[in-house]
């Protein structure tokens, strides 16, 4: 993402958006945690290999932020009103930091996972 000012340019870079998004899904009820988006993903973060954004891809598409999240919810939650609640916190975390239209929060859910009751 970039803009320009009468002063100079302000760039904002899909990492940056990754991270406001992470926060916001992390803070979500009946979250437990990210997962990797594919397997290499997940084969480099094990490597560690690259820096890799577990669980968020951002794309900016004609000036419209498009995200993806990859993640592992907790059993006996209703998989779709996580699924919701994370989508309209993202879209107000990254819009209200931004100033910047989210076009799409694609929510991938990868896991469940059943709390230890210990």
Do not use: C, W
Not at 9 to 14: A, F, G, K, L
Not at 40 to 54: F, H, K, S
Not at 88 to 113: D, I, Y
């Amino acid at each position: 993402m970039s803009e320009e000012t009468t002063l100079g340019t302000i760039q904002v870079s899909p990492r940056a958006i990754a991270s406001i998004a992470a926060r916001a899904v992390l803070t979500s009820y009946g979250v437990v945690g990210m997962a990797p988006a594919t397997v290499r993903d997940g084969i480099a973060e094990i490597l560690n290999l690259e820096n890799v954004y577990r669980g968020v891809d951002v794309q900016v598409v004609d000036g419209q932020v498009v995200i993806d999240l990859y993640v592992v919810v907790e059993y006996g939650t209703r998989i779709s009103v996580v699924a919701h609640n994370m989508m309209e916190s993202v879209k107000f975390a990254v819009e209200q930091a931004l100033a910047m239209r989210v076009a799409e929060v694609n929510v991938h859910v990868q896991g469940v996972r059943v709390s230890d009751d210990d």
